[in-house]
């Protein structure tokens, strides 16, 4: 069974960038998507970005494009999201999932981390 484990959280002043890792093991990767959730105090988990293993095609949740982006390195079995420009509005925590299908939606992935903490102060 797939595990994940999310790292690079922080405090960052608003502007900075931070860039989280997902370390991936317990499987075989090539069928999966690996994707970026995150939810802020009070409010629903949302999609961020996904990625899927074999070929590295990436997905954004529209607003986040331009800011985020999400890459693979499959020799060490990890995703990276890298978080520029960021704003107090990003502060959430931060979870990587594993799923079969490229999707926004939480369903579609059935192994989750234990997420990580991102704090953008203004």
């Known amino acids: 069974q797939v595990q994940l484990g999310e790292s690079g959280g922080g405090l960052v002043q608003a502007g900075g960038s931070l860039r989280l890792s997902c370390a991936a093991s317990?499987?075989?990767?090539?069928?999966?998507?690996i994707g970026w959730f995150r939810q802020a105090p009070g409010k629903e988990r949302e999609f961020v970005a996904a990625?899927?293993?074999?070929?590295?095609?990436?997905y954004y949740a529209g607003s986040l494009k331009c800011r985020f982006t999400i890459s693979r390195d499959g020799a060490k079995n990890t995703v990276h999201l890298q978080m520029n420009s960021l704003k107090p509005e990003d502060t959430a925590v931060y979870y990587c999932?594993?799923?079969?299908?490229?999707?926004?939606?939480?369903?579609?992935?059935?192994?989750w981390g234990q997420g990580t903490q991102v704090t953008v102060s203004s």
């Open positions: 317990g499987g075989t990767f090539s069928s999966y998507v």
């Open positions: 990625v899927t293993w074999s070929g590295g095609s990436t």
């Open positions: 999932a594993a799923g079969h299908r490229a999707s926004a939606k939480e369903y579609d992935y059935n192994a």
